[in-house]
């Protein structure tokens, strides 16, 4: 016999129809409401006490659940598995994640930024030490994955142009897979600097657009007091073309939907709708430096809810819904042991947050790992699984624990740690499943105007 899944949701979903998720899986369905019907009898079926006789749709309906995890075969525990693969990626060493900052310098002034700025690149001597960093375990990598930060890292492009071509050697000659990713502001994002950036394997690149042009030019304004907005957006049109662009926005309590509303049409109208991915962050009072913003800040509650607000805004404007609620094996780099950030100082830290605050720091680069360094362990102790609201969470796959450092760093309660997952799960299910709908919609279309193109 089977057993069902202690990580279901379903929900009804308009007329005729129930939304399926589970989050062990991640798989997501629709079911009508006849398809439910038989769910629930065929779930008491396989609780009750004995083998109770299927009928055909029960028992096709259960390859179906079992395909998409929603229904286990007994003798399967999902709780080990989960706890086994979130163990198995925290010590893995075939992988290596590095967050470089190659420069905490930055062109702009943004008022919530919390990182200390310094103007200095990282000093030669820091590069080859981080190149033998990797070197040391490049024979026994199967990939390197890079995400460039500051600052902004395109102020030093030569530091990352040098560390590149050393990875990439490294990739040819250890037979390794490298990838990499970026962190911008999108000001120097020219068409130039994108095609080597691809040259680079960068394929991903995150830019933060604070709302619309007269809110961006003063939420993150230039060190030289000229807008930048209109200039960034230009970078991005090209940039999407050669690699997945991302926007960010962050999102304090001076938002309001006519804030994100306007911010759509202008990326609309630069035809950037189908091109790029918008992801709505939380503004947060993350360290001592940006302590002077935090009245401005949600806390995740109140995020949640604004964060389903902002999405239905995506979904009416006709943007696609990335935010995916997908499972994890580690919430984060902190829960793993092959994973560092290094700034341009060749500190080394556990949390992106931490960047350029060299009293979070766990050691030097130049230096051997010290994994008994309180603020190393600080971060990496943590297990969701020694945290009993943890354990007995349904979507804990998803979230495994959430952030560590707000977790342990900032005194919140388990509420306000948990991911916003945790307080609109189905109003944002709805919206996924109206996107995937509305996407199938748009393709449909697309294959109809090419056929009578053709004809």
């Given at each position: 016999?089977?057993?069902?899944?202690?990580?279901?949701?379903?929900?009804?979903?308009?007329?005729?129809?129930?939304?399926?998720?589970?989050?062990?899986?991640?798989?997501?369905?629709?079911?009508?409401?006849?398809?439910?019907?038989?769910?629930?009898?065929l779930v008491a079926k396989l609780r009750g006490p004995g083998a109770a006789e299927l009928t055909e749709p029960e028992a096709e309906l259960l390859k179906q659940l079992e395909f998409g995890g929603f229904v286990r075969k007994d003798?399967?525990?999902?709780?080990?598995?989960?706890?086994?693969?979130?163990?198995?990626?925290?010590?893995?060493?075939?992988?290596?994640?590095?967050?470089?900052?190659?420069?905490?310098?930055?062109?702009?002034?943004?008022?919530?930024?919390?990182?200390?700025?310094?103007?200095?690149?990282?000093?030669?001597?820091?590069?080859?030490?981080?190149?033998?960093?990797?070197?040391?375990?490049?024979?026994?990598?199967?990939?390197?994955?890079?995400?460039?930060?500051?600052?902004?890292?395109?102020?030093?492009?030569?530091?990352?142009?040098?560390?590149?071509?050393?990875?990439?050697?490294?990739?040819?000659?250890?037979?390794?897979?490298?990838?990499?990713?970026?962190?911008?502001?999108?000001?120097?994002?020219?068409?130039?600097?994108?095609?080597?950036?691809?040259?680079?394997?960068?394929?991903?690149?995150?830019?933060?657009?604070?709302?619309?042009?007269?809110?961006?030019?003063?939420?993150?304004?230039?060190?030289?007091?000229?807008?930048?907005?209109?200039?960034?957006?230009?970078?991005?049109?090209?940039?999407?073309?050669?690699?997945?662009?991302?926007?960010?926005?962050?999102?304090?309590?001076?938002?309001?939907?006519?804030?994100?509303?306007?911010?759509?049409?202008?990326?609309?109208?630069?035809?950037?709708?189908?091109?790029?991915?918008?992801?709505?962050?939380?503004?947060?009072?993350?360290?001592?430096?940006?302590?002077?913003?935090?009245?401005?800040?949600?806390?995740?509650?109140?995020?949640?809810?604004?964060?389903?607000?902002?999405?239905?805004?995506l979904l009416e404007q006709g943007f696609s819904i990335d935010k995916l609620p997908s499972p994890l094996s580690s919430f984060c780099m902190a829960s793993m042991i092959n994973s560092h950030l290094i700034d341009p100082e060749g500190?080394?830290?556990?949390?992106?947050?931490?960047?350029?605050?060299?009293?979070?720091?766990?050691?030097?680069?130049?230096?051997?790992?010290?994994?008994?360094?309180?603020?190393?362990?600080?971060?990496?102790?943590?297990?969701?699984?020694?945290?009993?609201?943890?354990?007995?969470?349904?979507?804990?796959?998803?979230?495994?624990?959430?952030?560590?450092?707000?977790?342990?760093?900032?005194?919140?309660?388990?509420?306000?740690?948990?991911?916003?997952?945790?307080?609109?799960?189905?109003?944002?299910?709805?919206?996924?499943?109206?996107?995937?709908?509305?996407?199938?919609?748009?393709?449909?279309?697309?294959?109809?105007?090419?056929?009578?193109?053709?004809?």
């Amino acid at each position: 016999m089977s057993t069902v899944s202690r990580y279901n949701h379903f929900q009804r979903w308009q007329d005729g129809y129930h939304i399926a998720y589970n989050a062990f899986s991640g798989a997501v369905a629709l079911m009508t409401d006849e398809n439910y019907g038989v769910y629930e009898n065929l779930v008491a079926k396989l609780r009750g006490p004995g083998a109770a006789e299927l009928t055909e749709p029960e028992a096709e309906l259960l390859k179906q659940l079992e395909f998409g995890g929603f229904v286990r075969k007994d003798g399967f525990s999902e709780f080990y598995d989960l706890r086994f693969q979130h163990h198995l990626n925290r010590y893995d060493r075939t992988g290596l994640g590095l967050v470089i900052a190659p420069t905490m310098a930055c062109n702009m002034a943004c008022v919530y930024c919390y990182e200390e700025k310094t103007k200095r690149k990282m000093s030669p001597e820091v590069r080859t030490a981080l190149v033998g960093f990797v070197e040391k375990q490049a024979k026994h990598l199967q990939n390197l994955s890079v995400d460039w930060y500051g600052g902004e890292p395109l102020l030093a492009l030569d530091v990352i142009e040098e560390l590149t071509k050393a990875f990439m050697e490294m990739a040819e000659r250890y037979q390794y897979t490298y990838r990499a990713s970026m962190v911008s502001n999108g000001y120097l994002l020219t068409p130039e600097t994108v095609d080597r950036l691809v040259d680079w394997r960068v394929t991903f690149v995150q830019v933060t657009l604070d709302g619309p042009a007269r809110i961006h030019d003063v939420k993150r304004p230039l060190k030289s007091k000229r807008g930048s907005f209109y200039k960034i957006i230009e970078n991005i049109k090209y940039a999407s073309t050669k690699m997945t662009v991302g926007i960010r926005v962050n999102v304090d309590k001076s938002f309001t939907p006519d804030t994100i509303t306007e911010l759509l049409a202008e990326l609309t109208a630069a035809g950037l709708r189908e091109r790029v991915g918008v992801h709505f962050g939380m503004v947060e009072a993350a360290s001592k430096v940006c302590a002077n913003i935090s009245e401005s800040c949600y806390d995740s509650t109140d995020f949640s809810h604004i964060e389903v607000d902002y999405h239905r805004l995506l979904l009416e404007q006709g943007f696609s819904i990335d935010k995916l609620p997908s499972p994890l094996s580690s919430f984060c780099m902190a829960s793993m042991i092959n994973s560092h950030l290094i700034d341009p100082e060749g500190y080394l830290y556990r949390c992106w947050n931490h960047a350029g605050l060299t009293e979070k720091a766990c050691g030097q680069i130049t230096e051997e790992m010290n994994y008994q360094h309180p603020n190393f362990r600080s971060l990496f102790d943590f297990s969701p699984f020694d945290n009993a609201r943890c354990t007995e969470c349904d979507l804990l796959p998803i979230c495994m624990g959430a952030c560590p450092s707000r977790r342990l760093e900032r005194g919140l309660s388990d509420v306000e740690v948990c991911e916003t997952w945790k307080h609109n799960l189905q109003p944002m299910l709805e919206i996924i499943a109206r996107s995937r709908q509305q996407e199938m919609q748009r393709r449909s279309q697309q294959d109809q105007s090419q056929i009578a193109n053709k004809e």
